[in-house]
């Protein structure tokens, strides 16, 4: 029902926008937001968005060069990375919650399959 893409490799610096598409539901009430896992590491917050798309969160290592957006009608919701580092190579997965914005990955009940970034030094 989430189905992410826009992911690729890409330069130290670089650019990419991940897309997450939601079909089967309407997604519009559900606070949506984007994770990652990297090798070894566990599943880690990137960005959340409300229903509304009026508040947004994200984690202290992405913020300012990443930018979280929604589009309802579409429903579609958007990760835009900017200034992109090596440390940020992983898999980014969309989610979907039925309950408030939160950066607790257990807090959202759907869950699209990854997409992988591989930025390059």
């Known amino acids: 029902q989430l189905q992410a893409s826009g992911g690729g490799l890409v330069q130290a610096g670089g650019s990419l926008r991940l897309s997450c598409a939601a079909s089967?539901?309407?997604?519009?009430?559900?606070?949506m937001a984007w994770f990652r896992q990297a090798p070894g590491k566990e599943r880690e917050f990137v960005a959340a968005?409300?229903?509304?798309?009026?508040?947004?969160a994200y984690a202290d290592s992405v913020k300012g060069r990443f930018t979280i957006s929604r589009d309802g009608a579409k429903n579609m919701m958007y990760l835009q990375m900017n200034s992109l580092k090596p440390e940020d190579t992983a898999h980014y997965y969309c989610?979907?919650?039925?309950?408030?914005?939160?950066?607790?990955?257990?807090?959202?009940?759907?869950w699209g399959q990854g997409t992988l970034v591989t930025v390059s030094s």
């Open positions: 989610a979907a919650s039925g309950t408030l914005m939160s950066t607790l990955p257990e807090r959202y009940r759907y």
């Open positions: 089967g539901r309407t997604f519009s009430t559900y606070a």
């Open positions: 968005v409300s229903s509304s798309g009026g508040r947004t």
